[in-house]
C-alpha cells in the first residue's frame, strides 16, 4: 500500500510539472492546449498503476495543475471528470483485453493508439469542454474548436511519447515489481 | 520421556538485522540503480528546469506560445524515454544472463550465449567458457568413474570365479581377503579362513613358519616369492598349493601387504611322480628286455653249441672208435637240447599267458598230492647240485580250488629257482601249512644269495633275475618268477609273495584258500 501510495505520489508531482508546462506551452484558452504531454501520465498511470494512476493521480494531478495556472473554479473542478475518464479508460481497456504494457508489435501500437490515446481523448474532448460551455466560460461555437485540440493536443503527445515509453519502461517496471496488474493491487 | 526430552522455554528467535537504507538501496535491482543515474543525471535538470518555468509562467492565465515550457516539457519526457532506454540496453544483456543461467542450473541450455562484445558479452564468454571446461571435466570424471566401475566389476569377477587362489594379507601375514575358490578348496566358509587361529589349522605346522615367512613384508626375500606348502582341507585332505606371492606397495614403496596368488598342483604333481615312475618302470623293462637278450644269445648258443659240437664229433667219429664216448656225447646232446627245449617252453608259456591263450581249468585239487609231485621232480636236480630238499606233506587235508597244471608249474618254477640260487650244501625247504582258519599256505624256503629290497621290488618282472652272473652261471631265462606271479592272477584266491634277506635265504609263499566244503559243481573257469 506505502508503495502504491508513493508511486501516485510520484505521478501527481511529475502529472503536475508536464501538465502545467503543457497548459502554457501552447494554449488555446481557457486551460485547453494544443500540447498537453500531462496525458501521458494519466493514460500510462493507468496502464502501469492501475486505478492509483488511472484514477486519482489522473484527476488529481491537473486540478493542481489548473491551479498553478491561475484557471478558475470551473477548471479546476469541472475538468476533473474528463480527466478521470482519460485515466480510466486505458486502464479498463487494457486489463479487459489483457493486453501488455509493453504494447508488443503493430498490434500493440495499435490498441494503445485507439485504447490509450484516440478514444480517452474523444471522452475527455467533449466532456471537458461541454463544462466550460455549460458554464458559459466559452461560447458554444467554440466549442468544437476546443474539444478538436483538447483531443489532440492530448491525443498526439500520448502516442508519440508513450509508444517509446511503454516499450522501454514497462518491462523496467515489472523487473523492478513496481507494476500493478490489477485495477489497485 | 527422558530429562533432555522435556520441553524447555523456547529458544529465542534470532534477531533479524534491521534493513537501513543503504542496505535497502544495495539490494534494490540494478535496473532500477541504472535508471536512477540516468533519472539524477538527465532527467533531473529537466524536472528543475520544469518547476522553474512552472514557476514563472504559472499563476496566471496563458496568452501565447511559451516556447521554453514546451520545450522543457518535452525534454522531461525525452528524458525519461532515454533513461528507460539506456537502462534496458544495459540491464537487458544482464536480465538475458540470469535467464541463461537459471536455464543452465535447470539443464534446459547447455552454453551461455549473448551477442555483445562488451563486458556483459566478456563475461558471459568468460562463464561459457568456464562452463564447457567444467562440462568437460565432469564428462572426462564421469568417464573415469564409469571406467573405474568397469575394472572393479571385472576385478571382482576374476577374483570369485578365477580357479586360482588369491589371498590378500597385510604386511604381517594376517588374511584381509580371499577369493571364492578358497573356500571351494578348503570346504571352509571365507568368514571362518580370514580367522587367524584357523588358519593355523589349515596350514600343517611343519609348513606354518615358512608361510609365515613367505607373507612377511619385513622379510628380506625379493618379491615375486614363490612357495610351496601344503593346505589341509576340511575333510582331512593335504593339498599340494604353489604359491607366487607379490607385494603390494603405497605412494612412498613402502610394502603394505602382500597378494597371494596359488594354484593346487596335488593332481599335477602326481602325474608327474606317475611319469616318473612309468618311465623309470619302462627303463628297467627295458633294461630287463636287453638283459634277456643278451642272456638268450648266451643260453640258446649254449645248448646249440652242445649240440652241434657233439653231434658233429659223433657223426664224423673223430674220436676214432670209442662207442663208450660216442654214447656219452649223445646223452650231452640230449641234456643240452633239453635244456633248449625249457628254454623256449618258458618263453612260450609267458607270451601264451600275456596273449591270454593260456586256459585255466580249475577243480578240487590237494596241495598236498602237487608238493609231494613237484619235489619229486626237483629232487634229482637238488641231488645234483647237493642241496638238500625237505618236503613235507601236511597232515591235514590241503584241498583248495586251482588248476593242478598250473599250480604244479608254480610251485616247480620257485623250486627250481630255489636250488639255483642255493649253493652246494645249502637246504631248500617245501612244505605246506595253515596261515588261518581258512587260508593255506605253501612254502619253499632256501638258504641262497637271498635278495634286497629293491631286487624283491622287481623280482617279478620279466626277463629279471637277481644277479646277472650268477644266473648266467645258473642258466634260466629269467622268467620263472614272472611266469608264476600270471599263473597265480589267473587263479581264484591263489596269491604269490617272495620275502628274503640277502645271504640268508628267500621264503616264497603261495596262499590259498582252504577247501572245506564240496565245491561248486563248476568244471571249469576260463581266461
Known sequence: MAKNIWITAVLIALGLVLGTLGAISVPVGMGVTNFWPGMLVQSLGGIWFGLWGGLIAAAGFPALSNLMIGGSLIQVIGFIPANAVQGLIPCWAFRHFGMSSSIPGWRGIGFFGLWGCLLPNLVGGILGPVVLALTGEIAWDAYPTMMWSWMFGNAVPAFLLGVPLLRFGSRILEEAGLLIKGYWR | ?527
Open chain 2, 1 to 527: 520421556m527422558t530429562r533432555d526430552d522435556k520441553p524447555g522455554p523456547p529458544a529465542p528467535e534470532p534477531k533479524a538485522r534491521l534493513e537501513t537504507w543503504k542496505d535497502r538501496f544495495r539490494n534494490t535491482p540494478i535496473l532500477l540503480k541504472v535508471l536512477l543515474a540516468f533519472a539524477l543525471v538527465g532527467v533531473f535538470p529537466f524536472v528543475v528546469m520544469s518547476i522553474v518555468e512552472t514557476i514563472r509562467a504559472g499563476g496566471h492565465r496563458p496568452e501565447g506560445p511559451n516556447v521554453p515550457a514546451l520545450l522543457v516539457s518535452l525534454g522531461l519526457v525525452m528524458s525519461f524515454i532515454a533513461a528507460a532506454f539506456l537502462s534496458s540496453l544495459i540491464t537487458g544483456p544482464l536480465r538475458q544472463l540470469k535467464k541463461q543461467v537459471e536455464a543452465l542450473s535447470q539443464g534446459a541450455r547447455e552454453t551461455l550465449v549473448i551477442d555483445r562484445h562488451d563486458e556483459i558479452g566478456q563475461l558471459a564468454a568468460a562463464f561459457d567458457r568456464l562452463l564447457r571446461e567444467r562440462s568437460e571435466r565432469e564428462l572426462d570424471l564421469r568417464r573415469s568413474e564409469m571406467h573405474l566401475s568397469y575394472q572393479k566389476e571385472l576385478s571382482e569377477r576374476i577374483f570369485d570365479c578365477t580357479k586360482a587362489l588369491i589371498i590378500v594379507t597385510d604386511g604381517h601375514g594376517r588374511v584381509l581377503q580371499l577369493n571364492r575358490y578358497c573356500a571351494e578348496l578348503t570346504g571352509y566358509p571365507i568368514g571362518e579362513l580370514t580367522d587367524e587361529l584357523h588358519w593355523q589349522s589349515l596350514i600343517p605346522p611343519e609348513e606354518y613358519q615358512l608361510v609365515m615367512r613367505a607373507l612377511d613384508a619385513s622379510s628380506p626375500v625379493p618379491f615375486p616369492r614363490q612357495i610351496e606348502n601344503h593346505w589341509i582341507t576340511r575333510e582331512g585332505d593335504r593339498r599340494l598349493l604353489q604359491f607366487i606371492n607379490g607385494d603390494i606397495r603405497d605412494e612412498d614403496g613402502h610394502v603394505i601387504g602382500i597378494v597371494a596368488i596359488g594354484h593346487d598342483i596335488t593332481d599335477q604333481r602326481r602325474r608327474e611322480m606317475d611319469l616318473i615312475q612309468a618311465r623309470n618302470q619302462a627303463e628297467l623293462a627295458n633294461r630287463a628286455k636287453s638283459q634277456f637278450l643278451a642272456n638268450m644269445s648266451h643260453e640258446l648258443r649254449t645248448p646249440l653249441n652242445a649240440i652241434i659240437g657233439f653231434s658233429d664229433l659223433a657223426a664224423h667219429q673223430r674220436l676214432g672208435d670209442r662207442p663208450e664216448k660216442y654214447r656219452e656225447y649223445a646223452s650231452d646232446i640230449n641234456v643240452a637240447g633239453r635244456h633248449l627245449l625249457e628254454i623256449i617252453n618258458d618263453i612260450l608259456d609267458i607270451s601264451k599267458i600275456d596273449l591270454g591263450a593260456v586256459m585255466i581249468r580249475e577243480s578240487e585239487v590237494d596241495v598236498g598230492d602237487i608238493v609231494e609231485s613237484c619235489g619229486r621232480l626237483v629232487a634229482p636236480h637238488a641231488r645234483d647240485k647237493k642241496v638238500a630238499l625237505n618236503v613235507t606233506r601236511p597232515n591235514w587235508p590241503a584241498m583248495c580250488w586251482a588248476d593242478d597244471r598250473a599250480l604244479k608249474q608254480i610251485l616247480f618254477n620257485l623250486l627250481t629257482n630255489a636250488i639255483k640260487f642255493t649253493d652246494t650244501g645249502g637246504t631248500v625247504a617245501l612244505g605246506v601249512e595253515k596261515a588261518g582258519e581258512d587260508v593255506g599256505r605253501v612254502y619253499v624256503r632256501d638258504t641262497g644269495i637271498g635278495l634286497t629290497e629293491e631286487q624283491l621290488e622287481q623280482i617279478f618282472q620279466p626277463f629279471w633275475q637277481a644277479e646277472s652272473t650268477l644266473a648266467r652261471q645258473q642258466g634260466g631265462t629269467g622268467l620263472g618268477l614272472a611266469i608264476v606271479k600270471r599263473l597265480a592272477e589267473l587263479m581264484t584266491g591263489i596269491k604269490v609273495s617272495i620275502s628274503s634277506k640277502p645271504g640268508i635265504g628267500t621264503e616264497a609263499v603261495v596262499e590259498f584258500p582252504i577247501l572245506k566244503t564240496a565245491p561248486h559243481p563248476r568244471s571249469a573257469a576260463s581266461v
